[in-house]
């Protein structure tokens, strides 16, 4: 995008059948929407609309350039750990506030030493067999919660290895590990741009789940971040309880769709009105089923 022959903005997207965009990098890209700076109001609308797109979908789109008096559109955060004055100060900052987590957390890591055996927190563990657990327990999750499997497709096991692979001054991909008896409790995948570390795909040993072995993790990690020149931990947008506790500030985010096409347009109105009437019915439990797997469908076929 250009104005007066200035570069001003750049949109990441990919073309799909009948017209069809969505994020690069789409259902992987946690952060989505137009590269630009601060002072730059991309008009979305009018983008797709040169781009001759029918639709372009946003699942973690900045909410600041969600497009204004649209309908459909739901709006959610991604929390902001504010380390930037070190881990004691973060720390007495959500004490302040009357959160208890950190106190709750560092217990439960105390009851799980006690119980099971001595931690070791290392923050970047390039093994090749840490990052074939991950694969393995985030199969299994999916299985577990019946969503899509992302690691039935090669490309996004290919992208991991392929960020893994590459690191500089400006960015870095890793995986953070927490060992309890010298096996893997939690690990988790970061992403690294400058002074701002993202998670990334979470996982633990479920054996350990009453210990809250992820929430331990965490904790070791933000306490690890300055010493390893990281300000701000962005936890993810997720509706987990435990992410509205540990937040300093939130990045506010959007999802929906530019929609151009006006068939679209009320093929996903008419989905909208029957998912919702369904649930509020007394049908319900016998449809339910049945929605999972046309949602299922819809998002293995999302995946190619």
């Not at 991309?42 to 909410?63: C, G, Q, Y």
């Not at 987590?101 to 119980?115: F, G, M, S, V």
Request: charged share 30%.
């Amino acid at each position: 995008m250009q104005e007066g022959g200035e570069v001003v903005g750049f949109l990441p997207f990919e073309r799909r059948s009948f017209d069809r965009a969505r994020p690069a990098g789409f259902p992987l890209s946690d952060y989505q929407g137009v590269v630009c700076g601060p002072d730059w109001r991309p008009d979305l609308p009018r983008i797709v609309e040169l781009l001759r797109l029918r639709s372009l979908d946003f699942t973690h789109l900045l909410a600041g350039q969600a497009p204004e008096g649209e309908a459909g559109w739901t709006f959610g955060q991604s929390p902001i750990l504010d380390l930037s004055r070190g881990f004691e100060a973060y720390a007495q900052e959500r004490a302040a506030r009357g959160s208890n987590l950190i106190r709750d957390t560092d217990r439960r890591q105390r009851k799980l030493e006690r119980e099971v055996g001595e931690l070791r927190y290392v923050w970047s563990d390039p093994a090749p067999e840490v990052l074939e657990q991950l694969i393995s327990w985030k199969k299994a999750q999916y299985a577990r919660t019946k969503v899509i499997d992302l690691f039935d497709h090669e490309w996004p096991r290919a992208l991991l290895k392929g960020l893994m692979s590459h690191s500089d001054a400006e960015f870095g991909c890793f995986i953070t590990v927490l060992y309890c008896r010298d096996e893997i409790a939690a690990l988790e995948v970061e992403l690294r741009y400058r002074d701002t570390l993202h998670n990334w795909f979470p996982a633990y040993d479920p054996e350990l789940y009453k210990y809250s072995p992820g929430l331990i993790m965490s904790l070791e990690l933000a306490r690890a971040c300055q010493s390893n020149g990281v300000n701000y931990l962005d936890l993810g947008m997720g509706s987990e309880s435990y992410k509205e506790r540990f937040v300093s500030f939130p990045v506010p985010l959007a999802r929906g769709a530019i929609v151009r096409s006006r068939p679209i347009r009320m093929a996903r109105e008419g989905w909208k009105r029957t998912r919702d009437w369904l649930r509020a019915s007394p049908m319900r439990p016998a449809v339910e089923p049945v929605i999972g797997v046309a949602r299922r469908m819809r998002e293995r076929m999302g995946m190619r």
